[in-house]
């Protein structure tokens, strides 16, 4: 059981939790109260350092925002004025709110307010689907569209919507480069008459990626009324990101071990054998390292082609709030680049998993 | 078939044995290419290898005896000269050659059983499934793995991954059995287990085989001739000796024999000078 659930933790990744089952059942007390310390105990203190040296930050910047416009209105208006921004400051009204980095308690309210928020508009979404259920069955009768809720999407549809874009994107860099590679890997030739094309590519910024799919996309979907954004920036995302996974699939394929390839000489294996049997799998390792960075920059990039291409997204949440000014704004971004980490460290976790549970290591 | 039976007449015709040799080298040369001028590596060798016959060649690294391996196995393309294995000559790589490399050469995300399967139905692939799996299992266990036969082979320490390819090849049931220095890798210990795996083998299948080595001991256990060959380059066969030793051997009988030290004071002689 107990060597079980370590298994279990080690392989999905939770592997630090691991002393403290041991210690839990009594198991050699002394040293995994040292690895509970180095694994557990440790990284904890160095998030609370990281805590304390936020909030003293932010406590900083502030004062000097605050010492900056009691001065101004000193300098324009005089004495009176100052004071009356003083204590203006110091009730913590709206009307002379400082914005400036943060407190982590600030965020923190932020992102109970987004979920808050969340919980309210999910609501008013259920009220909504009640209500025009009754007329959507009409409708689908006559055969028309039903009606569908179109209020404001909360900060949580966001990250949903964030996380399909990824998602679509990563499958469309999937599908183009991992055959591709595959090609390139297997013939010296071609590899060698598109490599310009491929380096020249490879270092393209996102922004002009989105462009220029957003020049093909907008022609050919002219004749067509739906909302492009999404498609746009899934296309975009898929091809800034597929680069690493295009490289890492031919490099992979054309340096498979000469053994194996000498193994499938003498064998006679057919093309078809060769590929399937023997240079894929030894070359998946590398195909799924390329596939896991693809996966984080897809994460990386997405947040910067929403913003621009105005599809929904953490990345428009992000650009509105920072056009929207409001005194919460701020702290919502940085909840908003909390989230984005996270669910970019979740999916590199979960990349690798996958890994492990498909690719063959070589002892070493 | 017609043509291969014409050919077989017109070797007869001319006079060259038919039956008698398995492998017949003639002439054969080797030339890498450099900047500085061609670098021969094996110049006009000649050998001949009997059916059922065992031989070792041994030689100082570099001399291309893997060189020479690696043409039979049809890996190397050929500079001049011809091989005929079995009355054909041989154009490239092909399952009637089997072949045992230095390093295991396991494809470690396959199944033991995986691995040597996948040579066998690429050769009997007109057998039943049955058949095909009762093969794999007789050479299986013949190497002595019929109990990790379903383990990884990456999960296999060395001395089993040799042991799967020694089961790998003789399975294949190829005409000749081409050994590259199998057991080069192994620790002394593991080495001589697995030259008596092979031979146990071997005494049973009976393949002509040609087998590179290092190991003098090696040579003249399992060997009938062992074939020595010149310092490089233009490699050539220096000298040949005939081990007389009854099959099947005994390693005890071999070490025991009185002729043993004086083969191998003649192999260490030739080494040597």
Known sequence: ?364 | METLENSKVRRSENGLFEDKYMLDITQLTKIYPTPKGDYVVLDDLDLKVKHEEFISIIGHSGCGKSTLLTMIAGLNPISRGTIVANNQTIKGPGPDRGVIFQSPSLLPWMTAYDNVMLGVKQVFGHGTKKDRDDIVKYYLSKVGLEDAMYKKAKDLSQGMQQRVGIARAFALKPKVLLLDEPFGMLDSLTRGELQDVLIEVWNQEKITAIMITHDVDESIFLADRVIMMTSGPRAKVGDILEIDFERPRLRKDVLDHPDYYKYREHLINFLEH
């Not at chain 1, 890492?248 to 071990?257: E, L």
Request: charged share 15%; with cysteine; hydrophobic share 50%.
């Open chain 1, 1 to 364: 059981m107990k060597d079980k659930s370590i298994n279990i933790l080690n392989f999905i990744g939770l592997g630090f939790f691991e002393p403290a089952i041991r210690l839990a059942s009594g198991e050699e007390t002394k040293k995994n109260l040292v690895a509970l310390f180095k694994k557990i105990v440790l990284p904890i203190l160095s998030v609370g350092l990281f805590l304390l040296l936020w909030s003293a930050g932010s406590s900083h910047l502030y004062n000097i925002e605050k010492e900056f416009r009691i001065e101004k209105a000193f300098n324009e208006r005089g004495e009176a004025a100052a004071r009356l921004e003083r204590s203006c400051i110091d009730s913590g009204s709206k009307d002379c709110q400082i914005t400036t980095l943060p407190s982590p308690s600030q965020v923190w309210v932020a992102y109970k307010s987004l979920l808050a928020d969340h919980a309210s508009i999910s609501a008013k979404k259920d009220a909504f689907a009640e209500k025009v259920a009754a007329t959507n069955v009409k409708r689908a009768e006559q055969g028309l569209d039903a009606i569908t809720y179109t209020g404001r999407p909360s900060f949580v549809d966001q990250i949903f919507t964030s996380l399909k874009t990824v998602f679509a994107g990563f499958l469309l860099a999937l599908f183009i480069a991992v055959p591709i590679g595959i090609m390139l890997g297997l013939s010296e030739s071609l590899r060698s008459s598109v490599n310009w094309l491929i380096q020249i590519l490879k270092p393209v910024s996102p922004v002009v990626w989105l462009l220029l799919v957003s020049m093909i996309v907008n022609t050919l979907g002219k004749n067509s009324d739906g909302d492009s954004s999404f498609t746009i920036s899934f296309i975009s995302v898929g091809l800034c990101a597929m680069w690493a996974t295009l490289v890492n699939t031919s490099m992979g394929v054309s340096s498979v071990d000469k053994d194996y390839i000498n193994v499938a000489k003498v064998l006679q294996l057919n093309i078809g054998q060769k590929v399937f049997k023997i240079i894929l799998p030894s070359s998946f390792p590398l195909i799924f390292t390329g596939l896991r960075i693809t996966l984080s920059v897809a994460w990386m990039v997405l947040i910067a082609i929403e913003l621009l291409a105005q599809s929904p997204g953490l990345g428009s949440f992000v650009w509105e709030e920072f056009q929207n000014g409001a005194n919460d704004s701020n702290s919502k971004i940085i909840v908003a680049m909390f989230v984005i980490g996270i669910i970019g460290f979740l999916l590199d976790r979960i990349m690798l998993t996958i890994q492990k549970f498909v690719t063959f290591t070589e002892e070493t």
